[in-house]
């Protein structure tokens, strides 16, 4: 053996220190702790399950942020998503327990997310008040609506609600098959929404005008178009759609109505519409990512893995932390293409 090979096994083992060890067993073990379970974690079919309720988890994320999307597009910034959210969600559980029919239910939270929606546009286009300021009032009322007259029917299973449907044919391939066809009613509509918004926004002359509000508003209305009305249009119909996610969480993955049932889902999808540097498909990746990480929280613990609930139920809103502290810096913002007139009220002076 050389003298080289001799100082190295004479070399003691690393040493590890008391705090550091303390440390290691009083935080990380109880948070993460290795269970036989977690070996069968990556299994075809665990993973099939995962991304099938990801898509399922998602879907009241994706309606909330589409309805975001093209408010947004429009110009005005709106951060009573959750609000609406929640009305949405008591409307659709609401009616459905006193008409018996989910579709009638979702009629409802599209009425009543517009309805929150037009207020905000009443004071933002309008009277044209502070967007931030507005959006979080409009939070605050509608949760505290929603508490309100949700009071009586906390807990109360609705007689009706969006289950799984099963496209022919399609619903048989392997895997894909599972994970996209054999979904609700509200899946299907918001992935057809998805292509549409996609189509409406960038392929039409619509869609072109709605650009031009967002992005020079007085050029738009030197070109005759009435940006108030457009602008109020695409506020109440963000704010329908918003309500219609609502309604996808009472009447799809979690039917009835329980105070705070979206848990911050209207703001993750105000996040992802940065995320997806506005863009409806982009939004719909971001969204079943989410899902995923949401609909993850209760495969991992049915797998038997022993993760404690507030581990879980913070990720979501880390994810929404990172997606914010990365995408709302200005040189960020431009690269993705925020909309230039995003948060700044119009009046005709502006076209001097």
């Known amino acids: 053996m050389s003298g080289c090979q001799e100082q190295f096994a004479r070399r003691p083992a690393v040493y590890v220190p008391p705090w550091a060890t303390a440390i290691h067993a009083q935080i990380f073990e109880p948070v993460l702790p290795v269970t036989p379970a977690m070996?069968?974690?990556?299994?075809?079919?665990?993973?099939?399950?995962v991304l099938a309720a990801a898509v399922a988890a998602g879907t009241a994320i994706l309606f909330a942020c589409l309805g975001e999307l093209i408010t947004e597009r429009a110009g005005v910034l709106n951060l009573g998503i959750e609000g609406i959210m929640l009305m949405g969600a008591l409307a659709g559980a609401g009616v459905c327990i006193l008409t018996g029919s989910a579709w009638i239910g979702a009629g409802a939270a599209l009425l009543a997310g517009a309805l929150l929606a037009a207020i905000h546009a009443l004071l933002c286009v309008g009277l044209r008040a502070n967007q931030v300021v507005a959006g979080l009032?409009?939070?605050?009322?509608?949760?505290g609506l929603s508490a309100f007259l949700g009071?009586?029917?906390?807990?109360?299973?609705?007689?009706?609600?969006?289950?799984?449907?099963e496209i022919p044919v399609l619903a048989g391939i392997p895997a894909l098959g599972r994970i996209l066809f054999q979904q609700s009613a509200l899946v299907y509509l918001s992935i057809a929404l998805v292509v549409f918004l996609w189509w409406y926004i960038y392929r039409t002359r619509a869609g072109l005008r709605l650009r031009a509000i967002?992005?020079?508003?007085?050029?738009?209305?030197?070109?005759?178009?009435?940006?108030?009305?457009?602008?109020?249009?695409?506020?109440?119909?963000?704010?329908?759609?918003?309500?219609?996610?609502?309604?996808?969480?009472?009447?799809?993955?979690?039917?009835?109505?329980?105070?705070?049932?979206?848990?911050?889902?209207?703001?993750?999808?105000?996040?992802?519409?940065i995320f997806a540097a506005w863009n409806p498909s982009r939004a719909a990746l971001g969204a079943y990512l989410f899902g995923g990480v949401e609909a993850?929280?209760?495969?991992?613990?049915?797998?038997?893995?022993?993760?404690?609930?507030?581990?879980?139920?913070?990720?979501?809103?880390?994810?929404?932390?990172?997606?914010?502290?990365?995408?709302?810096?200005?040189?960020?913002?431009?690269?993705?293409?925020?909309?230039?007139?995003?948060g700044r009220p119009y009046t005709r002076e502006d076209r001097g």
Request: no cysteine; glycine share 14%.
């Open 151 to 165: 009071r009586d029917i906390v807990g109360v299973p609705p007689p009706d609600s969006f289950g799984r449907i």
């Open 214 to 273: 967002g992005e020079r508003p007085e050029a738009a209305d030197a070109m005759g178009v009435d940006v108030a009305r457009l602008r109020a249009l695409y506020i109440t119909a963000g704010g329908a759609l918003a309500g219609l996610g609502g309604a996808a969480i009472s009447l799809g993955t979690n039917p009835g109505w329980t105070e705070g049932m979206t848990a911050g889902r209207g703001w993750i999808a105000v996040a992802l519409v």
């Open 296 to 342: 993850g929280q209760f495969r991992l613990q049915t797998a038997g893995v022993d993760i404690p609930s507030f581990f879980l139920n913070m990720l979501p809103y880390l994810f929404t932390i990172l997606v914010l502290v990365l995408s709302t810096r200005e040189a960020t913002r431009r690269t993705l293409g925020a909309p230039a007139a995003l």
């Open 39 to 49: 070996t069968d974690l990556l299994t075809p079919a665990f993973l099939v399950s």
């Open 137 to 143: 009032a409009l939070t605050i009322f509608g949760g």
